[in-house]
T-cell receptor
């Protein structure tokens, strides 16, 4: 039984570009949450998807958007990248409240 | 908005000693979760506390949820080198937003 998977592992982008990160949830999980973790900080909640809808959103600008597909996998899109968007982006899947995190995507914006 | 504060930020422990990390929320929580993140890794779920005054033990780890459901603690006895990592508390209200503290980073002197 595969756990949560994310792709790509690492990514380098230039300011102003757009990026798409992908997440496949653990088998049987229908909810996907995205977090941004800056170096030395705790994960910050971006948004959560359930039944292909954004169920809740954290304090992130509209440049951050997402999608959940019928198979429960999810994408995180970030437009107009800023240097401050450099971070580890974590996806977590759940069926109840316990969350299983993926290995993350390390995004570097230069 | 909800804030979850954790202290101390760093904990340097002699192998075999005990230590405690504390977590405080500005608002009442429906539950609190604890995660451990090893260096270079992703957060791994440790436990969830739901009831006021709840105490749970996992081997050398003791987790407590305050009576007012606004604070929590993690106590580790007889610290081992395998305890190295960052411990995060994360509070959940009824709105699906899991708010993480900044974490306590533990290093162990052999």
């Amino acid at each position: 039984d595969a756990g949560v998977t994310q792709s790509p592992t690492h990514l380098i982008k230039t300011r102003g570009q757009q990026v798409t990160l992908r997440c496949s949830p653990k088998s049987g999980h229908d909810t996907v949450s995205w977090y941004q973790q800056a170096l030395g900080q705790g994960p910050q909640f971006i948004f959560q998807y359930y039944e292909e809808e954004e169920r809740q959103r954290g304090n992130f600008p509209d440049r951050f958007s997402g999608h959940q597909f019928p198979n429960y996998s999810s994408e995180l899109n970030v437009n107009a990248l800023l240097l401050g968007d450099s971070a580890l982006y974590l996806c977590a899947s759940s069926r109840a409240e316990k969350q299983y995190f993926g290995p993350g995507t390390r995004l570097t914006v230069t | 908005g909800q804030q979850v504060m954790q202290i101390p930020q760093y904990q340097h422990v002699q192998e075999g000693e005990d230590f405690t990390t504390y977590c405080n929320s500005s608002t009442t929580l429906s539950n609190i979760q604890w995660y451990k993140q090893r260096p270079g890794g992703h957060p791994v779920f440790l436990i969830q506390l739901v009831k006021s005054g709840e105490v749970k033990k996992q081997k050398r780890l003791t987790f407590q949820f305050g009576e007012a459901k606004k604070n929590s603690s993690l106590h580790i006895t007889a610290t081992q080198t395998t305890d190295v990592g960052t411990y995060f508390c994360a509070g959940l209200r009824g709105d699906y937003k899991l708010s993480f503290g900044a974490g306590t980073t533990v290093t162990v002197r052999a």
